[in-house]
């Protein structure tokens, strides 16, 4: 036909992230997201910014996902199962991710908490719901470990965006914006762990069972035992059960890049141990401060309790800087919430917890608690509802809050592996910057939350016409 190419050519690079959303109600997010793809190196179509007058949009973007998309970014909101051309284009990228015989070719980007997008199962999403800025981070963590195609240098951003600031759009400044992510560093941690072989002959179950009730994380490990502790603890701990010896000391940083031949463990079984060593000091440490355990479906969270954090209280945050305060329990809609996160363990590109925000409620029947709510439907209903105009900073400052809440004056938390070794995390989470920015219209000034008597978005009466 004439105007398509030579059918003998060579077909071009997958070097685009095709970024795939509604429009206009997702126009925002994209302004947003795509320069600071571009910033750092990626080639972005979006049909806002890709698209020019002229162009035949349904072909020019059919074209986009079959030959040009090495990721397609798919920006998710409830009313995006909805819309049947963004599903049609979703068959469209299916297809090609059968074709490449790319599983991860789709990555979906959660804007809101809701129904699953039909086919793709139960693919993990990139969660912006928590917050646009960590989000981003998981994002370009993501592109990084797939190896999505970008410059190293040079990073080339479209004029496009020059149109949408005279057109009154969000407008793109050529100036850093601080993003705050959900990492704690490691900053310390053992040299080596200890590996010691029972000398005799051992019950296994009850070996099992002092291991699991011992004060600090042990893993049972055939006939011995893999811990941070010395010989003098091992032996107290463990005389019940009958008598180790010390055989070896392994090199932490070796044990989690390679595993261990001798224990013929490989890298994953032995990264599993460490991540699961240093989750149960976590527990414990937030087990110490006093604070709330609750099971969710993805790990134990851990909440402040009405001692730590009365309702309606502000609790101060801001080490350096300006001091400010967010609230962790309040009460909206005839229920008492309260803020806490599930701590999980990771070590790429370098060893980090993070943390993931989690709000629990309760019914408030006049008592500093509440009353406890067993249905799971209920909770998830709360959360969609009283958590909805939450925005980001008010998340942020919640975390910020939660975590100088557990590490009181100091800048760091100590987690305790044995009684003579620590693994220490920064208290403060990683900050990171993009090399470009926009106004958000939903920006706060600097006191705003403060200010904020629910921390709702809304005045407390309001509030309480509603729960009446």
Known sequence: MPGDADSSAEPPARDTLF???????????????????????YQVFADILTLQPGDRWRREINRAIEHRAAKVLLVCRNATADDQAIQDDLDIALDVAKAIGDTRF???????????????????????????????????????????????EGAVIDPNWELFRRRGAIPLKNEPERLTSNWLRVVEAPDAIHFYEATGVIDADRLKRAAATHAYPIAVQGRGLLSFADQDEIDDGFASVGRFKLKRSIPLKTFVENGDDKLRLEKQPAQNIINVMLKRAWYEFCKERGLLEYQY???????????????????????QGARRSSMLRNVAKGHIWQFGVTALPAFWPFWHFKLKSRVLFAGDNGTPAGLEIEDA???HRLRRTICKGWRNKQWYGRMLAFLELISGESAYIRLRLSATADAVLEAAPILFSSPVSTDLPDALDAD?????IS???????DEEEVAA
Do not use: C, N
């Open 455 to 461: 921390t709702l978005g809304r005045p407390e009466a």
């Open 297 to 319: 479906s993805g790990g134990v969270g851990f909440h402040a309790s009405p001692d730590l954090a009365a309702t309606g209280q502000r609790i101060p945050w801001g080490k």
């Open 106 to 152: 789709i990555i979906q980007l959660k804007l809101e908490q809701g129904r699953k997008m039909k086919g793709l199962g139960d693919a993990i999403a990139v969660d912006f719901v928590r917050g646009w800025g960590e989000g981003l981070s998981t994002l370009s963590e993501a592109l990084k470990r797939q190896k999505a195609p970008r410059r190293t």
């Open 19 to 41: 970024l795939l959303k509604s429009s206009p109600a997702d126009d925002e997010f994209a302004l947003w997201l795509a320069p600071k793809l571009e910033a750092e190196g």
């Open 448 to 452: 705003e939350e403060e200010t904020d």
């Open 377 to 379: 439907k209920k909770l």
